[in-house]
C-alpha cells in the first residue's frame, strides 16, 4: 500500500513539474504621462520666459534685438566692423562677462568672474554664453537675453543661480589667439 501511495505521489509532482513556467505579469503599467506632462510644463516654461524676454524688448525699442538662430536675443553694445575674425573651434577666448536677472539685478559682477580664458568648444561653458562667443568679434561688446534652458537650465549653477532662471549677460571679448 506505501508503494501505491508512492507511486501516486511520485506521479503527480512529475505531472506537476511539467508544467511550462508563466510569465509574471508587472504590477502595474507605466504610461508615458510623466513624459508628457514634463513636455508640457517645459513648453508653458519656455513660452512664459520668451514672453518675458519680448517684453524686456519692447520695452527698449531704442535697441535693436537680433533673434539667434540657437533660440536666444542679443545686441551690440560696441560693434567692431574692422576686425573679421570670429572665434572658431580650439582658438583662445580671452572675455570678461557679468550676469543678471530679467529684471536687471546683479548676480555675478566681471569682478566676481575675473577674466575668463576659454578654449572654444573644448571646455565647459553654458550653452548660450558658448554660442553667443561664437557671434563676436575681438573687442566687441554684446548684450544676451538667454531662456533658462540656453543658461544654466533645471540644475541652475548650485550656487546663486537658481532652477530655471532666464539669464541677461554683458559679454567683452578682449582677444581671440588662434591655437
Do not use: H
Not at 511539467?18 to 506632462?37: H, L, N, V
Not at 535697441?63 to 576686425?83: L, M, Q, R, T
Not at 541652475?156 to 567683452?172: A, R, S, Y
Amino acid at each position: 500500500m506505501m508503494t501505491r501511495f508512492f507511486y501516486i505521489v511520485l506521479l503527480a509532482i512529475l505531472f506537476a513539474s511539467c508544467k511550462s513556467p508563466e510569465a509574471r505579469r508587472p504590477i502595474s503599467a507605466k504610461t508615458g504621462s510623466f513624459i508628457d506632462q514634463s513636455v508640457q510644463r517645459n513648453i508653458k516654461l519656455n513660452e512664459r520666459e520668451t514672453a518675458d524676454i519680448e517684453k524686456i524688448m519692447s520695452e527698449n525699442p531704442q535697441i535693436e534685438y537680433i533673434a539667434s538662430e540657437s533660440g536666444f536675443w542679443y545686441y551690440y553694445n560696441n560693434k567692431v566692423a574692422d576686425s573679421i575674425q570670429t572665434p572658431g573651434f580650439g582658438d583662445l577666448v580671452n572675455f570678461d562677462y557679468n550676469v543678471k536677472s530679467l529684471d536687471g539685478s546683479l548676480i555675478y559682477s566681471k569682478d566676481n568672474l575675473q577674466t575668463q580664458n576659454y578654449l572654444m568648444d573644448k571646455q565647459e561653458l553654458f550653452t548660450g554664453l558658448r554660442e553667443g562667443l561664437k557671434l563676436m568679434r575681438a573687442g566687441e561688446t554684446a548684450t544676451f537675453l538667454f531662456p533658462s534652458q540656453k543658461a544654466y537650465g533645471y540644475y541652475g549653477d548650485e550656487n546663486k543661480i537658481g532652477t530655471n532662471v532666464p539669464l541677461i549677460c554683458e559679454v567683452t571679448i578682449n582677444s581671440i589667439k588662434d591655437l
